[in-house]
């Protein structure tokens, strides 16, 4: 293959990891010298040194709100050295769904360099196991609208800054993993429009493909609920040469037509498989026989994607994709045979300088079942890469070559093992508290724990939960947690109101069992939104800037995110309280 040995990159990570300590300070020290120039470095009086201990007695830990000036001031036209010594040529948005609103964030070369190493890195793990040749990959991917700051930067998603550049391709070849779908696809201002198109280059390809890809789980299952609505017309597509007119932007017509002729016998043998498929089950092998697996970010916020993402994988192993941020990458996933709820992220000690803060159990029992949340976690002085401890939980903290210093990610990661000398990460959380009242605390974990338990109930009806999130409502006196539950179908009132019941008592911080049985919090409300609901959310975010590829749907709706919690309070076409603390 061009350019690229399996076994040169698996060697070069083995080298990188063996060396962790030595090739962090030397990565500081390279961050610190390119930098110099700095005016950030400057304001802390660094006086030049290069070295951890001073750098960590100079530079304070801070947070995405304490740079937001500094990225304001290189967003609006300011080419003095801010916060880096080379410029930074664009301006990348995060998701914004964790916190309601996108943070701007510096994008630089290294950016691409570093997730072209990633990708590399992991492939070579992949492959090692599931060798792949020649071929396509359905990729489920999406460019976000491109804005210019008001100092003329182009300012997007960190994915279309990664998809926008010449290496992105170079790699994806080099991986195996070339889109079968045009860049007029990827790069087309309407996401239904672009994933319908997607579907039809798959199966143009069919034969081809060897890997099913997203960037999050999210889209993959995204991509599949919407095959099962049209099918049948991107059969009649297949069948009779022409793209469906529900594609309207000319530039992404002209280069799918290119690629389609009628083909009767590809759309029989489509239409034969789909027709035999008891409820989609194994769709992706059925459709894509040379699949090997199935790829996208499957940890996290994923989770609650992987039921039906095994439902259309079938007989096909899922593999979660590595660990990163629109901040930078932290992690490769170089154990691809592990379920994805059990996936690990080696961390590449060249990409920057990491440290991670203790989250301590504080002492006595925290919960009514003993277990604390990661919530109520002390903190303790930060360690190094090499230095943390297999088993125990810390907050990540970046320090990297786009001008970031020791910049806390406010993700929760417990060490898995090491790998050679570095560590390997089990993503938990986002650190943020998402419901809290009063004394109660309770993270995107424990809600998801809380739907999983109750989720169970609906499994007995044959009914799943689509998508979900969470409000907190103190319109009253006395506040309560609201769940919003999109269902695959109708639910009878009496399943919905055990439903209601299993969650309210699957939040078992201390916190909220005694408030709630002390009546300090009220009872738990479970509210149904229809079908589609979510949709309408994933749409309003694209809509502000926001891309397919990185959404994530926010676990929580505070009053300021007002239009999403509209769309949500609009829709809802059953309540239910629960009766859990009053029987
Ligand atoms: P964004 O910058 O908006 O794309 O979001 C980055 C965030 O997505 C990270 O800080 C994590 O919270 C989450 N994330 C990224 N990669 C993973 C992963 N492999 N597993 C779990 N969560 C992830």
Redesign the pocket.
């Known amino acids: 293959m061009r350019g690229f040995s399996h076994a040169s990159v698996i060697n070069e990570f083995e080298a990188l990891t063996k060396d962790a300590g030595r090739l962090q300070r030397e990565t500081l020290r390279e961050i610190l010298e390119q930098n110099g120039e700095a005016e950030y470095l400057h304001n802390f009086d660094l006086g030049g040194r290069t070295d951890p201990d001073s750098f960590k007695a100079c530079i304070p830990l801070v947070t995405h709100s304490d740079l937001e000036p500094y990225i304001q001031r290189i967003a609006d036209g300011d080419t003095s050295p801010v916060l880096t010594g080379k410029p930074i040529t664009s301006i990348s948005l995060?998701?914004?769904?964790t916190q309601g609103k996108p943070k701007l964030l510096p994008f630089n070369d290294a950016l691409i360099h570093s997730t072209m190493q990633i990708y590399r890195t992991s492939f070579a793990f992949r492959n090692r196991e599931y060798p792949i040749g020649n071929g396509k990959a359905l990729q489920f991917i999406y460019s976000s609208k491109q804005a210019k700051t008001k100092g003329g930067l182009t300012a997007t998603t960190?994915t279309t800054n990664v998809y926008r550049s010449e290496q992105f391709k170079h790699t994806m070849k080099d991986i195996r993993s070339q889109c079968c779908s045009p860049d007029e696809v990827i790069f087309g201002p309407d996401f239904q429009q672009s994933l319908y198109c997607h579907l039809l280059c798959g199966l143009i390809y069919s034969d081809e493909v060897q890997i099913v890809s997203s960037t999050f789980a999210h889209s993959l299952v995204h991509a599949f609920r919407t095959f099962e609505q049209a099918w049948e017309e991107l059969c009649t597509d297949i069948r009779e040469g022409v793209l469906s007119s529900r594609i309207t932007v000319p530039s992404m017509r002209a280069a799918v037509s290119k690629l389609l002729n009628p083909n009767p016998g590809l759309a029989d043998s489509i239409h034969n498989k789909c027709s035999r498929l008891s409820n989609w089950y194994g769709v992706i092998p059925a459709l894509w026989p040379n699949a090997k697996y199935v790829y996208g970010?499957m940890?996290?916020?994923?989770e609650p994607y992987l039921n039906k993402l095994r439902h259309y994988a079938g007989s096909l192993p899922l593999m979660?994709?590595?660990?990163?941020?629109?901040?930078g990458w932290i992690g490769a996933n170089v154990n691809p045979s592990l379920p994805p709820e059990m996936a690990t992220?080696a961390v590449l000690p060249n990409l920057g300088y990491y440290e991670f803060i203790p989250l301590e159990k504080p002492e006595g029992p925290e919960t009514e079942n003993g277990t604390a949340s990661t919530i109520h976690y002390v903190e303790a002085e930060p360690e190094g890469l090499t230095e943390v401890e297999v088993g125990k939980q810390y907050e990540v903290v970046v320090t990297n070559f786009t001008g970031l210093y020791r910049y806390r990610?406010?993700?929760i990661v417990r060490i898995a093992g090491f790998r050679n000398s570095t560590p390997e990460l089990q993503?938990v959380c986002?650190r943020s508290l998402m419901l809290s009242i009063n004394i109660d605390k309770n993270t995107e974990k424990d809600l998801q724990l809380a739907v999983e338990a109750a989720a169970k109930l609906l499994a007995e009806e044959n009914l799943e939960v689509v998508d979900f999130t969470s409000h907190v409502d103190t319109s009253t006196e006395t506040g309560h947690y609201v769940v919003f539950w999109e269902l695959s179908s109708d639910a009878a009132e009496e399943v919905l109101r055990s439903c209601c019941n299993c969650l309210d008592l699957s939040f078992v911080d201390a916190g909220y069992v005694g408030s709630r049985k002390a009546g300090a919090i009220g009872a738990l409300e479970l509210r149904v939104v229809p079908r589609g609901t979510f949709q309408k959310i994933s749409d309003h975010y694209i809509r502000l800037g926001g891309a397919m590829s990185?959404f994530?749907t926010p676990r929580c709706v505070g009053l300021s995110n007002t239009e999403v919690l509209q769309i949500l309070c609009r829709n809802v076409t059953a309540s239910y309280f629960s009766t859990a603390y009053s029987m």
Not at 94 to 97: A, H, K, L, N, V
């Open positions: 995060s998701s914004g769904t960190a970010i940890t996290g916020s994923m979660s994709a590595d660990y990163g941020s629109s901040e992220f990610l406010g993700d993503f986002r990185q994530k």
